[in-house]
């Protein structure tokens, strides 16, 4: 289900129009590098944009995007550090300054603290620096509302990376995964919610995040900081880079990730979902086959509709061989044979994707030109 | 009802746009109007508490920050006292010093740090001192953490 190439044009015009406000605040940079990286990337994301309208083809420009995001943020954020910091590692002195970026994964292991307590167990700054608390919470609310769980595949700067290795193979070599091991990611998030209010500290980031792995990580100082780096680079192999690649599955985001499972509740606040036409589906399995998090099942697929931990990346939507998955808004009809929900769901989402992954793409390409231009990443 | 289902979720989806920009429009103001509305602080276990005593040492300034003994519910039996020493370039090699945290006028510990080794001991004075947390390098100065017994439990 395309559309023609003068209306998708039409429907890219306003995205185009809002990323170039979003990328340049009305202003391209002085800098020749960061001017030239913000044209490359505007023009990226608008083409992507008139890409997804224009063929039909959600999961295949937006995994792209998003694996380059992913790849572009942890080179931009390390990049970062060793400019101000002189390496990825995470001091004492940074943690006690409250010089620690904010991430959304650790947002589950903070609420019930924050709660009964009204304190952030995370060594960051509220308002403060880069990726600050409060700003990372309202980033959350804001795509919580509009995308649900669509944030894993449209807003989290790690997914790309398990999303990426997943695609690297054309077959699985390993098929058959349990439909149980989609209870993992609630245990987990079970057990970090519990473990940091006791200890009043993130257990997640200082145990058990494969992120810690690409982008930093306390430094080495003792005993117990090394076991704890040896789970993360252990964490990010396994999870992230070889069962992806063995499955095809994004297996961090779909049977581990605590913070994925705690936002799966938000799906059920968000207008936004994926349903099957019962009608026009011939039950051939591929949608439950290629669904990268675990997110449809033969019973639900019965039903119409995918389970909770569904992200909206569009793969079954795309995979779809008779066109019974389609993008849909609650409460209308299933299924109209029109374009709609998934025009009026790719706007926001594309919306979170630009702003949270443009920045992170003009940082990248302008340490390249730098590089390429001064023989330096820092110009 | 479908009918108006389906406006409903229409206007919904529509909706979704504006509420995406105005996240990332907004995101100042919206930050700063959480913070005020909840009053959410970083957790003093992270950043050491706030800092209740500053003694002017000629030249550098001893830091004391507010004893932490903060629970999920109530207070907690052991705790930890911070002690910064700031700013870095007017710090002697070795800082000998007493601390009198709780403030009544008796020395609760003794401590001798070296600040280039990053390094420190204590002698308790006091019996709700239990021991040397750590020493560590702050972004301009030396801080040093000491394990507390809290003596209101």
Known sequence: MGTKPWKALLLTLPMAFLLALMMTQGKLPDALAARVAVILTYSLFSVMFFLIIWSGKTYKYRAILFTIIAVCFCFSFIANLIEIRGSMALTKADILAGDTPFCHLVIPAVIIPAALTRTIIFPGSMLEGFASIASMLVLWAGASLVLGRGWCSWACFFGGFDEGFSRLRKKALIKKIDQKWTYLPWAVLLAVVLLSAATLSPFYCQWLCPFKAVTEFEQVTSFKILVQTVIFVSLFIGLVVVLPVLTRKRIQCGLFCPFAAFQSLTNKINVFDIRVDTDKCKNCGICIKECPTFSLDSKSVGEGRTLMSCVKCGKCVDDCPRGAVTYHIKGTRVNTGSDTARVLFAYPAYLFMSAIGGSMIVSTLAYLINYATAGSLYG | ?153
């Open chain 2, 1 to 153: 009802m479908g009918r108006a289902a389906s406006i409903i979720g229409y206007c919904l989806a529509a909706l979704a746009i504006p509420v995406a920009i105005a996240t990332f429009v907004g995101m100042d103001f919206f930050s700063r109007g959480l913070v005020a509305a909840t009053g959410l602080k970083v957790s003093p276990w992270m950043n050491g508490g706030d800092i209740i005593q500053v003694v002017e040492r000629g030249g550098y300034q001893t830091q004391i920050h507010q004893p932490v003994f903060d629970g999920l519910f109530g207070e907690k039996e052991e705790g930890f006292v911070q002690v910064d020493w700031t700013p870095l370039k007017n710090l002697p090699s070795v800082i000998s010093e007493e601390v009198d945290f709780d403030r009544d006028g008796r020395a609760d510990f003794k401590i001798s740090l070296d600040v280039e080794a990053v390094s420190a001991k204590i002698t308790n004075e006091n019996p709700r001192i239990k021991s040397l947390e750590g020493c560590y390098k702050l972004k301009d100065g030396r801080a040093v953490r000491v394990w507390l017994i809290n003596d209101k439990r």
